[in-house]
């Protein structure tokens, strides 16, 4: 009863039409190589830096609104995340995982059960808790990380630290606005 309750509640999302801060497959943005021996050639500042001789990957974060975002890939989709640390878990809205369902990037399988959760404001609501098979950032990818599907279409898309301590090592530089993943 319990997993027909989630897959139904699960499926209903399917109905939403459209996805508000999804990207385009096509425009994910490509790592860049640079030596470190040379100095720095111009780049795209919204491109992530790759360092292969010491293993970094430099992201550009973009404030909006008082929040950093970076560009995540979920299951392959393209997605400008809020870093936040302050989250336990990456949560994405009904809309978000409607997307990914229609595209096929999540399925009935990843269903992992229900949980509640507090926000930043203290109020408690009930999530379905998913499994999301790859995430990938600049060019890093970690496997099966559990996210929560809040039931807010509004709601923020958070990179919480589910994601983050599989990423080991990450320096913040908020002067020049990157993240630093070691």
Do not use: W
Not at 40 to 50: I, L, R, S, W
Not at 147 to 176: C, M, R, W
């Amino acid at each position: 009863m319990k997993i027909a309750f989630l897959i139904s509640l699960f499926v209903v999302t399917v109905f939403f039409q459209a996805c508000t801060g999804c990207g385009d497959d096509d425009n994910y943005i490509a790592a860049k190589k640079i030596n470190s021996d040379q100095k720095e050639d111009k780049y795209n500042e919204n491109e992530p830096k790759v360092d292969h001789t010491r293993g970094k990957v430099i992201i550009k974060m973009t404030k909006e609104g008082g929040v950093y975002k970076i560009p995540i890939r979920i299951n392959g989709t393209e997605m400008d995340f809020i870093f936040d640390t302050g989250a336990g878990i990456i949560s994405i809205s009904d809309l978000e995982a409607s997307y990914l369902y229609k595209q096929g990037k999540i399925g009935k399988d990843d269903i992992i059960g229900k949980e509640n959760f507090q926000d930043a404001t203290g109020n408690i609501s009930e999530g379905v808790i998913i499994n999301l098979k790859e995430v990938s950032i600049g060019g890093r990818t970690i496997y099966n990380v559990q996210a929560s599907v809040t039931h807010n279409i509004n709601a923020p898309l958070l990179l919480g630290q589910t994601a983050l301590a599989k990423f080991g090592k990450i320096t913040i530089d908020y002067e020049n606005n990157e993240i630093v993943f070691e």
